[in-house]
């Protein structure tokens, strides 16, 4: 049997900034288990460039950091990623 590993980015919806249905922007809770997407911290060639705010994470890779009722719940690997990203101060989103 062959396994094939499809990149994360043919999974990626870039119109709705969405992968597997689930929006890359808005207010997100960082979990230990049972996540809608798994993500790894990566330096250079991310899936998603990420940028971090306090208020309206509107836009594609804006995350708000939040507790309760989040948008999307990610969990933070170092193996096995959905989707690989990386930290930016300015121009989030799918590169």
Known sequence: MILL????????????CSFKGADLYGK???????PDVKVQVVPSAPDLKVKFVENFPNECGEWQIVDIFPDLKVQFV???PDLKIQLV???????
């Not at 997100?28 to 049972?34: D, G, I, S």
């Open 89 to 95: 101060g300015s121009s989030p989103g799918i590169p």
């Open 28 to 34: 997100v809770q960082v979990v230990q288990a049972f």
């Open 5 to 16: 590993a499809l990149p994360a980015i043919s999974q990626i919806n870039p119109n709705r």
């Open 78 to 80: 170092n193996l096995f």
